[in-house]
């Protein structure tokens, strides 16, 4: 079997499993592999790592996948419920590697790797409060 590189796919499986169904205060909250523009809460989402774990008989890669949960808020604000609130969400629906749905691949395992709070920033209109999602995705190649 010829390698392929699951990268689109991955990016794919994870935008399809989280786009339209994270929401706050009745608002979706975007998702993509972009950092949007005009945006004031968003999840970027993006692989961090990927290790070609190939063995003879089969294509396997290991890849770090990570959510990148951020909340622009004005100064004046600067709470980070929101940011919980949407890091809760995409926690509870990353974690079953069955809902990771690839044409190529498959995902035979995914765990929760880490997940840590960047630093706020602050500047002389905005609060930026980030927060990374990592997970440990097991992929092996079937076609």
């Known amino acids: ?4 590189d699951p990268t689109h796919q991955i990016l794919k499986a994870y935008y399809d499993l989280l786009n339209d169904s994270i929401v706050y205060d009745g608002a979706v909250v975007y998702v993509g592999t972009r950092i949007p523009d005009d945006e004031t ?18 294509v396997m890669y290991k890849a770090i996948v990570t959510m990148q949960i951020v909340s622009l808020q004005d100064v004046s604000e600067g709470d980070e419920t929101i940011m919980h609130s949407i890091f809760e969400q995409v926690l509870e629906k990353v974690g079953d590697a069955d809902a990771l ?3 190529d691949f498959k ?7 880490d997940g840590d709070q960047d630093s706020s920033e602050m500047d002389d209109t905005n609060y930026i409060i980030p927060n990374k999602l990592r997970m440990l995705n097991f992929i092996e190649q079937i076609k």
């Open 1 to 4: 079997m010829i390698a392929r």
């Open 41 to 58: 809460k968003y999840v970027h989402i993006y692989i961090e790592s990927l290790i070609d774990n190939s063995t003879g008989d089969s």
């Open 101 to 103: 749905i690839m044409t």
């Open 107 to 113: 995902c035979a395992m995914v765990q929760f790797e």
